[in-house]
């Protein structure tokens, strides 16, 4: 079970940067359902998940992908719109098992940094 939380963790903490893509809206779709197979098929594969943890786990994967379909960051700035773009179809790209084990994308690396040049974290 503990390699399905980190699995979906992963899953949570790297998406919120990487969200966006040729057509937003339609792009963000294609992910989340790429996302779904892939939690999907880890709990296929998953002995110890009760049926109880599967509905609470797809609650958590709908959720998610009601925020990311939330394009207001990027939509109508064409710049970032197409590193957007480049994010979201590097993740798609990649199969479950490279999802599970990858870190962020270069290309949402660098979708990251151009949002946090524009939108700097103020430190209180």
Same mark, same amino acid.
């Given at each position: &079970? #503990?390699?399905?939380?980190?699995?979906? @963790?992963?899953?949570?903490? #790297?998406?919120?940067?990487? @969200?966006?893509? *040729?057509?937003?809206?339609?792009?963000?779709?294609?992910?989340?359902?790429?996302?779904?197979?892939?939690?999907?098929?880890?709990?296929? !594969?998953?002995?110890? !998940?009760? /049926?109880?943890?599967?509905? &609470? =786990?797809? %609650? &958590?994967?709908?959720? &998610?992908?009601?925020?990311?379909?939330?394009?207001?960051? !990027?939509? %109508?700035?064409?710049?970032?719109?197409?590193?957007? =773009?480049?994010?979201?179809?590097? =993740?798609? *790209? $990649?199969?479950?098992?490279?999802?599970?084990?990858? %870190?962020?994308? /270069?290309?949402?690396?660098?979708?990251?940094?151009? $949002?946090?040049?524009?939108? /700097?974290?103020?430190?209180?």
């Amino acid at each position: &079970m #503990s390699r399905l939380f980190i699995f979906f @963790t992963v899953f949570i903490i #790297s998406l919120s940067f990487k @969200t966006y893509a *040729e057509n937003i809206e339609s792009a963000s779709l294609r992910l989340c359902e790429h996302i779904k197979m892939c939690v999907t098929k880890q709990m296929k !594969v998953t002995d110890d !998940v009760t /049926p109880e943890m599967r509905m &609470m =786990i797809d %609650g &958590m994967v709908d959720n &998610m992908c009601q925020n990311m379909m939330n394009t207001n960051v !990027v939509k %109508g700035n064409r710049e970032f719109e197409k590193s957007a =773009i480049a994010c979201i179809d590097s =993740i798609t *790209e $990649l199969s479950c098992d490279e999802i599970q084990n990858a %870190g962020q994308t /270069p290309a949402c690396l660098s979708f990251e940094k151009e $949002l946090s040049s524009h939108y /700097p974290t103020q430190n209180n």
